[in-house]
């Protein structure tokens, strides 16, 4: 079945320590996020991929930085993760962003931070 | 830019009883209206949407929304609902900002069934 991969679905990281999360996906779309979501709280978006333009959110803070060498793949990377940084970050893709489509979401990496 | 503001974080309901979940947006331009399923330790799930038609749109696993324009509401509803329809769910709105399609979320409303 088509769809949207998520790796490791549980990470845990040190306060500072870089940790990067991966996605990975068999839909051929080409455009793909990247959401944080703390508990209770609406999903995030961080930043997206329409092909290989890269769209930063404003708010997005340089802490996190976002890679895709290809279309089926894109990376999270935190740089310097703090207490504040835990949360499930999810992937998602869409076919295209100036064409309204419906999202599909992977299942999440629950990030903690010790 | 658009906003959606689900009032109820929590609905416990029993089980074979009828359900509403309300959802609000605000946009200056016309949207798109989604809403989606979480069920504990999974992502996001496509229930249904509205793009234009019909105002009631019907979803999968039994339930159903109706777009009005004029109260800015997306409202999820289900007839009856079961232990399994437990989940997490969220209303979402695309509108088309800068040439894309950006899809905002609500902060979710939590249903609870009950035996």
């Known amino acids: 079945d088509a769809m949207v991969i998520q790796n490791p679905r549980y990470q845990v990281t040190q306060f500072g320590k870089p940790v990067t999360l991966s996605c990975s996906q068999t839909?051929?779309?080409?455009?793909m996020y990247w959401y944080q979501q703390k508990s209770s709280q609406a999903p995030k978006l961080l930043f997206h991929?329409?092909?290989?333009?890269?769209?930063n959110e404003a708010d997005t803070p340089d802490n996190f930085q976002s890679r895709r060498p290809n279309t089926s793949f894109c990376f999270l990377d935190i740089r310097s993760p703090g207490l504040g940084d835990a949360a499930m970050y999810l992937c998602?893709?869409?076919?295209?962003?100036?064409?309204?489509?419906?999202?599909?979401f992977g299942p999440g990496t629950r990030l903690t931070v010790t | 830019a658009q906003s959606v503001t689900q009032l109820d974080s929590q609905v416990p309901v029993f089980e074979e009883a009828p359900v509403e979940l309300r959802c609000n947006y605000s946009?200056?331009?016309?949207?798109?209206l989604f809403w989606y399923v979480q069920y504990p330790n999974q992502g996001l799930q496509l229930l249904l949407k509205?793009?234009?038609?019909?105002?009631l749109v019907k979803g999968i696993n039994g339930f159903e929304a109706e777009f009005n324009k004029s109260q800015t509401s997306f409202h999820l509803r289900k007839p009856s609902v079961h232990i399994s329809d437990t989940a997490e769910y969220f209303c979402?709105?695309?509108?088309?900002?800068?040439?894309?399609?950006?899809?905002?979320f609500g902060r979710g409303t939590s249903l609870i069934v009950h035996p």
């Open positions: 946009s200056s331009v016309s949207v798109y």
């Open positions: 998602a893709t869409s076919n295209h962003p100036r064409e309204l489509s419906e999202q599909y």
């Open positions: 509205y793009l234009s038609g019909s105002t």
């Open positions: 991929y329409y092909d290989k333009d890269f769209n």
């Open positions: 979402a709105v695309s509108a088309l900002s800068g040439g894309s399609y950006i899809p905002t």
């Open positions: 839909l051929n779309h080409n455009v």
